[in-house]
């Protein structure tokens, strides 16, 4: 049937995408010296790309400043449905500039 024919090739686009979308998709975002609500707005449409592509384990680049941007980023994530935890990342790495995400 043509609405089956339609389906198919809506499913095939939607794989294809979701698949380029993983390939190019990268674990890490660096937010440092955005103003918060474009920090916000980033980071919304980077933990929604992170968990459509079924990403274990993200990193926010926030910088440690005042902790400006560190608070946007906890008090977002806190709400998200699909993160299981987040921390700062090991001093070696980044400490407090960074947190990373570890979703489900």
């Not at 995408?17 to 890490?28: A, G, N, T, V």
């Not at 680049?61 to 921390?87: C, D, N, P, Q, S």
Request: proline share 1%.
């Amino acid at each position: 049937s043509p609405s089956s024919a339609a389906s198919d090739v809506y499913k095939r686009q939607t794989t294809n995408s979701m698949r380029e979308k993983s390939l190019h998709f990268r674990r890490e975002i660096d937010i440092r010296g955005f103003r918060a609500d474009e920090a916000l707005q980033a980071l919304i449409y980077f933990i929604d790309d992170a968990i459509q592509v079924g990403a274990e384990q993200v990193r926010i680049l926030h910088g440690t400043g005042t902790g400006a941007l560190r608070k946007t980023v906890r008090e977002y994530l806190k709400g998200v449905a699909g993160i299981r935890t987040f921390h700062d990342e090991h001093v070696q790495f980044g400490g407090a500039g960074i947190t990373v995400v570890e979703l489900e």
